[in-house]
């Protein structure tokens, strides 16, 4: 067997072997269902951080898409990309289509031997979003004793100093969101271009909803930091439930798509 590419320093692929299943997702339908792959971007200075958390959702996914086999993997964890022989589409657990979905991750597949695979549209432009974050939004008040209808959200994306496609996508969601969601006010405030979260703090209730795919150190660190314990904060709006069935949904069309081109 042709070993796989070194083992990131503390990931969990540090303990599979040649023998061990692929270590990057349940996988477990049987050989001949279609083959997907949900892919994050990870964290590059952590690659094992994010894995399990992936993993996770590919499970979920799986569980509602019987016969086919799901796996999860992350840029940053070069052997989850290299055990993604024989997938056939690949959901991008992102949140724009920019330069990460439409020109970094098709280039990282063919670096890891992964040809012929198609995307799907990210999860930031999925059209059931927005309900789902109105859904997050609402609960997240509520557990902390919030009216939503007194109440500030505050939706809070990545941003870029290089790219319009982040901001851009997280104001198209906060705007699909406002009408649904029945807060007083709807802002967006961003961690790496104006307006900055620290910058868009409201006065009185406030809940702040992460518009990010996973858990990692801008939900972690940034995020915390940048509202100053205003009031609530939701979890990101990709770990969230409901997201696995949006996920599955669109594989399933994708698959359905290509069936019926031949």
Request: net charge neutral; aromatic share 4%.
């Amino acid at each position: 067997m042709v070993p796989g590419p070194a083992v990131c320093e503390g990931c969990r692929c540090a303990a599979a072997t040649a023998q061990d299943a692929p270590p990057n997702g349940p996988a477990t339908g049987p050989a001949t269902g279609p083959a997907a792959a949900i892919l994050a971007h990870g964290q590059p200075g952590d690659p094992g951080a994010l894995q399990p958390e992936i993993e996770a959702l590919a499970a979920q996914v799986q569980a509602l898409l019987p016969g086919w086999r799901i796996h999860g993997a992350t840029l940053a964890c070069k052997r989850s990309l290299a055990a993604l022989h024989g997938v056939r589409l690949v959901y991008p657990h992102f949140m724009a289509d920019g330069w990460f979905v439409r020109s970094e991750t098709p280039r990282r597949l063919a670096l890891a031997g992964i040809n012929g695979v198609r995307l799907t549209a990210p999860l930031g432009l999925d059209p059931g979003l927005p309900a789902l974050g109105a859904v997050v939004a609402r609960e997240t008040a509520s557990a902390a004793g919030i009216d939503p209808a007194t109440a500030t959200l505050v939706v809070v994306g990545h941003g870029s100093g290089k790219s319009r496609a982040p901001a851009l996508v997280t104001r198209e969601f906060a705007k699909a969101l406002a009408p649904v969601a029945g807060f007083a006010a709807v802002n967006v405030g961003f961690i790496e271009e104006p307006p900055f979260l620290a910058d868009v703090l409201p006065e009185g209730p406030a809940v702040c909803l992460p518009f990010f795919a996973t858990g990692g150190e801008h939900v972690t660190d940034d995020i915390p930091q940048g509202w100053r314990g205003q009031g609530p904060i939701a979890p990101p709006i990709g770990t969230t439930a409901g997201v696995a069935a949006l996920i599955a949904a669109t594989l399933r069309a994708a698959m359905a798509k290509e069936a019926s081109q031949g």
